[in-house]
């Protein structure tokens, strides 16, 4: 059996005679889903609410000595929160009766006009409704809680584009109340205009018209508060649609986007700029660069790209550390910077290279004077705590549209140059010829082969003798790398040496070189040859590469050639670069008995403080001034002079590239103490330095 919920039925009559009629309407009924309690006064009726709750109260609304009309009702919902109303009314009063349902009363009969049945379907009817009005006040109050609760701002509009709610952000943001705005059109309270173009914007309900579409907010909008407080908005336009879809106004829904947007904005800025120096970076560069050209296209006029690069900050950052490093190219960005002029961009590519690019050039002419003004300032020192910090710079040069027609190839000839700009001297410019492509390409193609010359034995080496010039005796044998190409055939020391040591291969090429060498040393002394010296020419970047020392040493120990029998040869410049970093090295060598001597001597501008710091034994000195011997005998006087500093330092001196009998009297004469030379002897395979050797002792 289905439970039947009693409802309490509370009647406040104080007609003794109508509240009989009523409880025999209830037994005759023989209801017994309800249950009729009877006072006879509104008072008494408030009492018995406090104790007990009600469905349905049902009151008459002549009854009430102690209150009258409307205040009845008022008193009645108080006292019955959550029950129906129906009210008997005399047949003269049905008009306040009536006027009583817009007040909460559900429902009303008049006295003497209705039947038990009616009088039970109004009461069940009052109910219905009541929970029904219940529902949606209930509805209501949480959209217009969830509309004042959540961060958007919320306007709505009313078909004639008037508006009809604000929320409490909405209100914030445009600086009016809902009580001010409600009923005016929205753009007396809703000021937004295009921030690119500063117009007002127009209505952006009324688009919506007569489409059941979301629109957006114009882009970059700026809302314009009533105190003139401005930010940035963002969102959508929704139409409102009645049951049929018809339109019945429009909700704007907005949000403050300024924060946002100042967020995404400082998030692209660090994508397109160097975080060391806050200049564009290659991103950005390449990006306006994109542009410069399109737009130097279209008005048929130049545009230039310098690429810098900084001659000695590797060896400022290595021996002064990256804090003073960074601050340095924090110097140099803003010296880049005030070289050239608004249009212009200065970006940092990354370590120490800068790229300027300059619009609006009418002459290439116009980017050599800027490349002039840029080492000028970059000459000056720069003053990094409390120290003088000189840096120069080598710039190469390309003009759109000459030199490419696109970025990429502008960049890459730029580079070249620079490269070109670095090999003739440094702290020049230079600009972009096509025979340097040429030479490029050349060298790229050098380097590919050269990585695979060492496995497939193309390498070789030749030995040239060293003698002493007053006994004619071969001294040592200077050991001289020699590359035969599958199809270009022999290719010199001069045009591979230099790719090898620019692309690393030299450390592994020269550390076969060097157990190639000794290993060839200790098969004469085996042979029973008179012992001699093995030099070997080791560039800077191996003899100061960090396992150098550790591998001379496994090679020395490996072959078991003793370590007075190896002279290591290494350039005056390859020396002088970064001196002080060598000091150890050299000091390590002579310890364990290696010889060192500074090869082409006279071409690297030593001071002779630093010569005399430097632990070396031998002084090699350079062709070109043996050579002036017999070209120039008026220059001699060089020859003479490094000859007597070598004497004045104790040091072996050797003279390089003995043509003739002329030069060997000279330096006989100077008392020079060795030579080598094609007078003596070319460079020549192992085999032949053997029978040279055999011939000597013969
Ligand atoms: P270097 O060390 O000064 O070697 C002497 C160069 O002068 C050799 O050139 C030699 O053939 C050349 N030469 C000797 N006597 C005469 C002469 O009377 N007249 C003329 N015109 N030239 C003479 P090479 O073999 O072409 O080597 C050139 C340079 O390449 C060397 O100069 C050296 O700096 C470098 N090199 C050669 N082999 C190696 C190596 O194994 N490692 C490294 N790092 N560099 C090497
Ligand atoms: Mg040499
Ligand atoms: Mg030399």
Request: hydrophobic content about 40%.
């Amino acid at each position: 059996m289905s439970r039947i919920q009693v409802k309490n039925v509370l009647l406040v009559e104080d007609d003794p005679e109508q509240a009989r009629l009523i409880r025999e309407m209830f037994n005759d009924q023989g209801s017994y889903s309800f249950k009729l309690t009877h006072v006879k006064s509104v008072t008494d009726a408030e009492a018995y609410l406090q104790r007990q709750t009600v469905a349905v109260l049902l009151l008459d609304l002549s009854c009430c000595p102690d209150a009258s009309g409307f205040e009845v009702i008022l008193r009645a919902h108080a006292a019955a929160r959550g029950a129906s109303i129906v009210l008997l009314s005399d047949l003269e009063d049905e008009a306040i009766a009536m006027r009583t349902m817009e007040r909460g009363v559900q429902d009303y009969l008049i006295k003497g006009q209705f039947e038990p049945r009616e009088l039970m379907r109004a009461m069940r009817n009052s109910i219905a409704r009541k929970i029904l009005e219940e529902t949606l006040f209930n509805e209501k109050s949480r959209a217009q809680i969830t509309l004042e609760c959540i961060g958007d701002a919320v306007i709505c509009t009313d078909i004639a584009g008037n508006i009809s709610f604000l929320n409490l952000v909405a209100e914030r943001m445009t600086g009016c109340s809902l009580k001010e705005a409600a009923g005016l059109p929205l753009l007396d309270s809703f000021h937004i205009m295009n921030a690119s173009t500063g117009e007002i914007a127009a209505d952006p309900t009324t688009r919506l018209i007569g489409h059941s579409r979301i629109n957006h907010l114009p882009v970059n909008c700026i809302l314009t508060s009533r105190d003139g407080h401005q930010v940035f908005i963002e969102d959508s336009v929704a139409p409102i649609l009645d049951g049929s879809g018809l339109s019945t106004g429009s909700v704007l829904v907005f949000r403050d986007v300024t924060a946002a947007r100042a967020l995404a904005e400082q998030i692209s800025h660090l994508a397109e700029h160097d975080s060391l120096t806050g200049l564009p970076n290659r991103l950005l560069l390449n990006d306006r660069l994109d542009q410069a050209i399109a737009q130097a296209g279209r008005k048929g006029s130049l545009l230039a790209i310098l690429f810098l690069d900084l001659d000695n900050f590797k060896h400022i950052n290595d021996s002064l550390g990256h804090p003073t490093g960074d601050k340095l190219l924090k110097s140099v960005a803003q010296r880049l910077q005030a070289c050239v002029r608004t249009p212009d961009t200065v970006s940092r590519q990354g370590g120490d290279e800068f790229v300027l690019l300059l619009q609006e050039v009418q002459h290439a002419e116009d980017a050599a004077i800027t490349a002039r003004r840029v080492l000028k300032a970059m000459k000056e020192a720069h003053t990094i705590e409390g120290r003088e910090l000189h840096v120069t710079t080598s710039i190469g040069i390309s003009v759109y549209p000459d030199d490419g027609m696109d970025a990429a190839t502008l960049m890459k000839n730029a580079d070249t140059a620079m490269y070109q700009a670095k090999e003739s001297g440094r702290q020049v410019f230079k600009f972009f010829k096509q025979e340097m492509n040429d030479k490029a390409v050349e060298r790229q193609s050098i380097e590919e082969d050269l990585r695979r010359a060492l496995e497939r034995n193309e390498l070789t080496v030749h030995y040239q003798p060293i003698f002493n010039l007053k006994s004619g005796i071969i001294t040592g044998a200077e050991a001289l790398l020699r590359w035969t190409h599958p199809n270009r055939g022999s290719v010199v020391p001069a045009l591979f040496i230099p790719v090898a040591e620019d692309s690393g291969l030299i450390l592994p090429i020269g550390e076969w070189v060097l157990r190639k060498a000794c290993t060839q040393a200790r098969t004469w002394a085996d042979a029973g040859l008179r012992p001699i010296r093995m030099s070997v020419n080791v560039s800077a970047l191996q003899f100061r590469s960090e396992d150098f020392l550790k591998s001379l040493l496994t090679i020395l120990a490996d072959t078991g050639l003793e370590p007075e029998s190896l002279n290591i040869e290494v350039t005056e410049s390859g020396l002088m670069e970064r001196a002080k970093l060598g000091i150890p090295i050299l000091q390590s060598l002579r310890e364990r008995g290696v010889q060192v001597a500074v090869d082409d001597f006279g071409t690297g501008y030593s001071s002779l403080s630093y010569l005399r710091m430097l632990d070396v034994d031998t002084l090699k000195i350079d062709q070109s001034f043996v050579r002036a011997i017999t070209t120039s005998p008026d220059d001699t006087s060089i020859v003479s002079a490094i000859i007597s500093i070598g004497r004045s330092l104790k040091l072996r001196l050797i003279a390089e590239g003995i043509e003739s009998s002329t030069d060997l009297a000279f330096l006989k004469a100077s008392h020079c103490d060795e030579g080598q030379g094609y007078l003596f002897g070319r460079p020549v395979s192992a085999e032949q330095f053997a029978h040279l050797q055999k011939m000597q002792v013969n």
